[in-house]
């Protein structure tokens, strides 16, 4: 299975980008983007599960959108109302968790490349 992310790029504080994440084949029970930063533990971000159940992390809550288009097998992260503190890589991931571990890294077997986000103040 492979996982293409793209969309990433600078925008300033109070912006919106839109991540895509294409995936190659297959269908899995969750679909997830996590973050990361220099030095920093993989950040989960926000995970659709069984195609219809969206989670988000208090951080991005409100502002953070995940949805997929299985039809095309994309997956999708709207970000608006950016800050600063979104900068960050931004990873997609597909796997098999169960509910009470979809925001767990170490869960997700399939990657992305990852994607560059910069938020300037």
């Known amino acids: 299975v492979q996982l293409q992310a793209s969309g990433g790029g600078l925008v300033q504080a109070g912006g919106s980008l839109r991540l895509t994440c294409i995936t190659s084949?297959?269908?899995?029970?969750?679909y997830a983007w996590f973050r990361q930063t220099p030095g920093q533990e993989r950040e989960f971000v926000a995970a659709l599960f069984d195609r219809t159940r969206k989670y988000y992390s208090d951080s991005v809550k409100g502002r953070f959108t995940i949805s997929r288009d299985n039809a095309r097998n994309t997956l999708y992260l709207e970000m608006n109302s950016l800050k600063p503190e979104d900068t960050a890589v931004y990873f997609c991931?597909?796997?098999?968790?169960?509910?009470?571990?979809?925001?767990?890294?170490?869960?997700?077997?399939?990657w992305g490349q990852g994607t560059q986000v910069t938020v300037s103040s």
């Open positions: 084949a297959g269908t899995f029970r969750s």
């Open positions: 991931a597909a796997g098999n968790p169960i509910l009470s571990a979809v925001s767990a890294s170490g869960m997700y077997r399939n």
